[in-house]
């Protein structure tokens, strides 16, 4: 399969799976929601859980894609490479272990979806730090590194209210309006994988023509 298959691939699953996403801030019962306080995961709870299931299944999915094409263009190294597949496993976890239903109560599965949550969004923005810093002066490299570094900056209010949480005596749920952050920061997250599409895609043949050359 050419570059393009796998760019146009990822990136398709990545756009449905941000329309399914975006289709569960309007679409009921889902719409009831305070999106500014409640997690895209609590829509997993509600009669719409296939959407958010098939969003985050899509956008794994094109996640795998776009990682296949940085590999074949020589782009991801190991370090990218592991950490853009610990991105993926997360994806897929918070999908298979559902997050607390706090109407039951807590549970296992509840405890594996947050850890899984944050291992998913800290493993893409480092995974592309990782592949795209080493070549910033390649073209294409350094929206990739934007893209990262804003998803990163966006992680820093959850981080802030759990580690402020014993001196403020605020739950780190409700010192920020956490259903907003997690929604920028997924959003970061969804463009830094198109963006890395977009710059595997360009750099691809520039980086097979120079190792052409050098074998010559």
């Not at 969003?55 to 795998?64: D, Y």
């Not at 990682?67 to 190294?77: I, K, M, P, Q, T």
């Not at 853009?84 to 607390?100: C, D, N, R």
């Not at 997250?189 to 043949?205: D, Y």
Request: contains cysteine; aromatic residues 10%; positive net charge.
């Amino acid at each position: 399969m050419s570059d393009r298959w796998y760019a146009a691939f990822g990136a398709l699953c990545v756009l449905a799976s941000l329309t399914l996403f975006g289709a569960l801030h309007v679409l009921p019962p889902t719409a009831e929601l305070d999106w500014s306080r409640r997690t895209i995961s609590q829509y997993a709870l509600t009669g719409n859980g296939w959407a958010f299931d098939a969003a985050t299944l899509l956008l794994a999915a094109g996640s795998a894609a776009v990682l296949a094409l940085l590999v074949r263009a020589g782009l991801a190294g190991p370090g990218a490479v592991t950490a853009l597949v610990l991105w993926i496993a997360g994806l897929a976890g918070v999908v298979w272990f559902e997050k607390h239903d706090w109407s039951v109560g807590p549970s296992m599965s509840g405890d594996i979806h947050r850890v899984a949550s944050v291992v998913a969004f800290l493993s893409l923005p480092i995974g592309a730090l990782l592949a795209a810093v080493p070549r910033i002066r390649e073209p294409g490299a350094r929206p990739v590194v934007a893209g990262a570094v804003a998803a990163l900056l966006c992680f820093l209010p959850i981080l802030w209210a759990f580690v402020s949480e014993p001196w403020t005596g605020v739950r780190w749920w409700q010192a920020i309006p956490l259903g907003g952050v997690e929604r920028l920061l997924g959003l970061a997250e969804v463009v830094t994988v198109l963006l890395m599409a977009r710059w595997a895609l360009t750099a691809a043949p520039v980086r097979r023509a120079r190792a052409s050359r050098a074998a010559s």
